[in-house]
């Protein structure tokens, strides 16, 4: 399958303070990357779809001011959490979907806000 | 609203024996089915996809589509124990988003 990294795999942080996650495709070319969240014993939730050079699409309930998604290349998404708060403590995970219909997963960043 | 519904378990299941996990789904659309694994702390690892009904086999699991029924399921034959994780049922209707079921956890009992 195909490989999708992410940094950092964990980061702790000040509650108020703004933490950046990154999510790259090694060896494929990601036309739309998905950044999902997954609290403890929950299944994965969907934020944001996010298409190389255009603005993302925000699920719904989900801030789009707080959560800032840039895709800047068909390898590269980062997903800012700004103003964290310890409610925002999860495990944020990214997904690079290529032409062939598969979603890979990156390995996740947990995230705790203190 | 589309809806994934999995059995979460926990399904015990004997070293040797088959896992036989379940997932229905609310739209009659969908076009692409997949079955992910995630151990604990770790993100989720694709397993299988299936796209047609009946049978798709790939080592010790088969996957088994009906979409009459809209029903899917993944069979594990020969269970071990670095099997037991939780799995995650997932299904795309026309776009490119996938809706995840709950998860079923998994235990293989040595």
């Known amino acids: 399958g195909a490989v999708v990294s992410q940094h950092p795999s964990w980061v702790i942080c000040k509650s108020g303070t703004s933490v950046k996650i990154e999510c790259r495709s090694l060896d494929f070319q990601a036309t739309t990357m998905f950044w999902y969240r997954q609290f403890p014993k929950q299944s994965l939730m969907l934020m944001a779809t996010?298409?190389?050079?255009?603005?993302?699409?925000?699920e719904q309930g989900v801030e789009k001011d707080k959560f800032l998604i840039n895709h800047a290349s068909l390898t590269l998404s980062t997903l800012t959490v700004t103003s964290a708060h310890p409610e925002d403590s999860s495990f944020y995970i990214c997904?690079?979907?290529?032409?062939?219909?598969?979603?890979?997963f990156g390995p996740g960043t947990r995230l705790t806000v203190l | 609203q589309k809806e994934v519904e999995q059995n979460s378990g926990p399904l015990s299941v004997p070293e040797g024996a088959i896992a036989s996990l379940n997932c229905t789904y609310s739209?009659?659309?969908?076009?692409?089915f997949f079955w992910y694994r995630q151990y604990s702390g770790k993100s989720p690892e694709l397993i299988m996809s299936i796209y047609s009904n009946g049978d798709k086999e790939d080592g010790r699991f088969t996957a088994q589509l009906n979409k009459a029924s809209q029903y899917v399921s993944l069979l594990i034959r020969d269970s071990q124990p670095s099997d037991s994780a939780t799995y995650l049922c997932?299904?795309?209707?026309?776009?490119?988003?996938?809706?995840f079921g709950t998860g079923t956890r998994l235990t293989i009992i040595p």
């Open positions: 996010s298409n190389e050079g255009s603005k993302a699409t925000y």
């Open positions: 739209d009659r659309v969908s076009q692409s």
């Open positions: 997932a299904v795309r209707s026309g776009n490119e988003k996938l809706t």
């Open positions: 997904s690079g979907h290529r032409s062939t219909d598969t979603q890979y």
